[in-house]
């Protein structure tokens, strides 16, 4: 069974951290390209990051650069978010997702119609 699952949400202060991990089973993540998206209340689900299958590509949204790393293990089948800096804005639902695609290896993308597997999300608060 296709399953990706996150860990590490919570509440943290403005100018805080964050770690979230996604841990795939069921297949080997490491065919393919992956990313985190995130939806605050009453807004759409956005693209924050994304690595290319190969690991070469990589991505940031215009408002998580210089503040969020995303990195990949595919000896755990795993990815991660570090999240620096944290604003009020950053809160909301995260999730990791999946896809593949036949010769596209070095490709990344933050949009979400592209992506197959999805987690369940995990809730990031921001708040004093």
């Known amino acids: 069974q296709l399953q990706l699952v996150e860990s590490g949400g919570g509440l943290v202060q403005p100018g805080g951290s964050l770690r979230l991990s996604c841990k795939v089973s069921?297949?080997?993540?490491?065919?393919?390209?992956i990313g985190w998206f995130r939806q605050a209340p009453g807004k759409e689900r956005e693209g924050v990051s994304c690595?290319?299958?190969?690991?070469?590509?990589?991505n940031y949204a215009d408002s998580v650069k210089g503040r969020f790393t995303m990195s990949r293990d595919n000896a755990k089948n795993a990815m991660f978010l570090r999240l620096d800096i944290l604003k009020p804005e950053d809160a909301g639902v995260y999730y990791c997702?999946?896809?593949?695609?036949?010769?596209?290896?070095?490709?990344?993308?933050?949009?979400?119609?592209?992506?197959?597997?999805w987690g369940q999300g995990a809730q990031v608060t921001v708040s004093s």
């Open positions: 997702a999946a896809w593949a695609r036949p010769g596209s290896e070095y490709v990344c993308t933050l949009t979400t119609d592209e992506y197959d597997y």
């Open positions: 690595i290319s299958s190969n690991g070469l590509s990589t």
């Open positions: 069921g297949f080997r993540l490491d065919y393919y390209a």
